[in-house]
């Protein structure tokens, strides 16, 4: 069945320090893929998506690129700050409206 | 634009009792889904509702959970008699009327629910 499979946290980063978080999934046909942010308090918010192999999402200085052949959704960003501190899933919906998330990755960030 | 909604935001409540969660989707919106996130783990699909039917509900965990969306409209999500296991935290999306792969679900704050 269709998964997904993030890594382990927590990350701990200093402020302006490049951010990966490494997502890769196991689907049939052709997903689509997001990340979505959770901040302290909060509900779960859409970050980005991609629906189609080589589509790059982007938001707030976040990106990932749906890479078919290694089947990855990494999340990047070049600059992290200490408002990004929340837990991140990547999630993938293969066909139907369900979504399947992975574990969640809890981010940190340091002044 | 008022988000999607879920009442309360903690319960805490002892083995055996009876919990009820509720979730108002953003307006207009005719689809409705329940999620749950156990210890930390993957957050989990539990149900589908479009309007005031459902869906699908095959990630429901047992007979013990009971949901519903009188008038399509708000939804509850029943736990009754509640177990340790069913501690979490309850999510609960809503997507405009066009489901599909792609389709963003919009989600609520959650309900952490811990059973004593």
């Known amino acids: 069945g269709n998964s997904v499979t993030q890594m382990e946290g927590p990350v701990t980063l200093s402020e302006e320090a490049f951010l990966t978080i490494n997502c890769t999934y196991t689907a049939t046909g052709y997903p689509s893929l997001f990340w979505y942010v959770q901040y302290p308090g909060e509900g779960l918010q859409l970050l980005l998506k991609a629906t189609k192999a080589d589509d790059k999402g982007s938001n707030k200085g976040f990106e990932a690129t749906y890479r078919k052949e290694t089947t990855s959704f990494h999340l990047e960003k070049g600059s992290v700050q200490v408002s990004d501190s929340a837990v991140y899933f990547c999630?993938?919906?293969?066909?139907?409206?369900?979504?399947?998330f992975g574990t969640g990755t809890r981010l940190k960030v340091l002044a | 634009e008022a988000g999607v909604t879920q009442f309360p935001s903690h319960s805490v409540i002892e083995k055996g009792q009876t919990v009820t969660l509720r979730c108002d989707p953003i307006s207009g919106h005719d689809n409705l889904y329940w999620y749950r996130r156990v210890m930390g783990k993957e957050i989990k699909f539990l149900l589908h509702f479009v309007k005031e039917s459902k869906q699908d509900e095959s990630g429901m965990p047992n007979n013990r959970f009971l949901a519903e969306r009188t008038g399509g409209t708000y939804s509850t999500l029943k736990v009754q008699p509640a177990e340790l296991e069913d501690s979490g935290v309850y999510f609960c999306?809503?997507?405009?009327?066009?489901?599909?792969?792609?389709?963003?679900?919009?989600f609520g704050p959650g309900t952490r629910l811990t059973v004593l």
């Open positions: 999630a993938l919906t293969g066909g139907t409206y369900k979504y399947i």
């Open positions: 999306a809503s997507s405009q009327n066009l489901p599909g792969s792609t389709d963003t679900q919009y």
